[in-house]
């Protein structure tokens, strides 16, 4: 019987074991089942969450339309177009020369299109450093998702208007032109070009002038633009569409496009340095404006002597750099009008002062919406209600306490997205998972399906054929 009752009792541990280990299986299933893990946040789009990456392919053009452009700025005078100029006086005595990688401009009239030094900043970065990013380079163009061009058409331009305005819209004498032209001939010549109509190129044309000769040659790719802005020419003079001023819509679509943010010019608050704001309102920049622009004016006329509301004038980064920090940090809501564009930097200056953006637009177009949703933390208002007398004022004063304060936390959780700086010397160096650059990339990512269907529509085309024009933009 010992014996006996040994080996029964030797046999019931792996019995008694399986029993446990099921019974904690099924109280954990239950335990799941009822309390299910909280779901991800909206605003949490780390790459660690992404189980894809975008590979890109960077063109071969010679530095001398990256690189060496900042080494030519950096040579160069002051910008006739600035009062004073602090970027060639810093440069004068504090900027090392025969850097392999300059910094960009700090000059506002040109930082605030500085996307296509960040975004090349990253893909330069050595392999080991990018494991927060989400693109993936590659070095054959056939194994790429996209063909990223590296021209800085921004700075290109830029420095034009700064040294020969005079010549910018014309084509002799102008080095913008030539070096546009440079860029799309040796582009238009390689096979991953030809290979895809040019339709899985990437280009930075942030600056509303930026490739302003070549933009009809350009009509295919993806463009990485601030607003559409620049392109729609609505002026009465310009609709017939024989004109070669005008720029055809379908050459900019939301379809193919990324609309990608500013750089913002004023430095971050902190939710926790956040004090109590005295001002209601506040706005600082140019009264007159042209097109789309006119509104500000009338919104002027209406709120300039309306109390607890500031209209100060002046390009706010330009001069009077602190007063716009103050003016900002110390306002309840910050007002967005269109001016030449619908967009400026502006809004993204007052998400990192947590001063609630006021956009005044029937029409604009955002960064990243669909990953963000801007009525969280924004006021929208039609261009009627805005010119209504008085309307404005009350509308915003509307908005409680707890409002105010809910649209404040939700810009401090996105204050990250709108950020390009990665903190490295020449933006060689990992890129914030959460930041703009990644935020592009993956936008861009998500038009790869509508890319790839054009290329292949294009293919089957018989010969001879023309595209639809419906059909341009995808």
Known sequence: MALKTTSITLCSVPALFFAFTLLCALSLSLFFLYNPPPPPSPYS??????????KVYVADLPRSLNYGLLHKYWASGPDS??????????????????????????????????????????????????????ARRVFDAAQADVVFVPFFATLSAE?????AKGAFKKKVGNEDYERQRQVVDL???????KRSGGRDHVFVLTDPVAMWHVRAELAPAVLLVVDF?????????????????????????????????????????QLSENKKRQTLLYFKGAKHRHRGGLIRE??????????????????????????????????????HPAGDTPTSCRLFDAIQSLCIPVIISDSIELPFEGMIDYSEFSVFVAVSDALRP????????????????????????????????????????????????????KKVYQKLPMIKEAILRERRKPAGVSVPRRCHCT
């Not at 420095?159 to 040294?163: E, G, H, S, V």
């Not at 582009?187 to 070009?193: G, L, M, R």
């Open 298 to 335: 009338k919104l002027w006329d209406l709120l300039v002597n309306v109390p607890n509301v500031v209209m100060e004038e002046g390009f706010p980064n330009a001069t009077g750099r602190e007063q716009s920090i103050k003016g900002m940090r110390t306002s309840e809501f910050c007002l």
């Open 159 to 163: 420095m034009q208007l700064a040294n």
């Open 45 to 54: 789009s780390s790459v660690s969450s992404q189980h894809n990456s975008i």
């Open 187 to 193: 582009v238009k010549n390689t096979e991953a070009w």
């Open 81 to 134: 177009r600035l009062a004073s100029d602090a970027d060639h006086d810093f440069q004068k005595t504090h900027l090392p020369r025969n850097l392999e990688f300059p910094s960009y401009p700090e000059n506002p009239l040109i930082k605030q299109y500085s996307a296509e030094y960040w975004i090349l900043g990253d893909l330069m970065t050595p392999p080991h450093q990018r494991t927060g990013s989400f």
């Open 390 to 441: 008085n309307w404005l004022v009350g509308h915003l004063k509307s908005f409680s306490k707890e409002e105010r304060e809910s649209f404040r936390q939700k810009m401090a959780q996105l204050q990250p997205v709108f950020q390009y700086d990665n903190g490295h010397p020449g933006a060689i160096g990992p890129v914030s998972p959460d930041g703009a650059v990644n935020h592009i990339w």
């Open 229 to 269: 802005g620049g392109w729609y020419r609505l002026e009465s003079k310009l609709s017939n569409d024989n004109s070669s001023d005008v720029i055809q819509q379908t050459q900019v679509s939301i379809l193919k496009d990324v609309i990608v943010p500013y750089t913002h010019l004023l430095p971050r608050l």
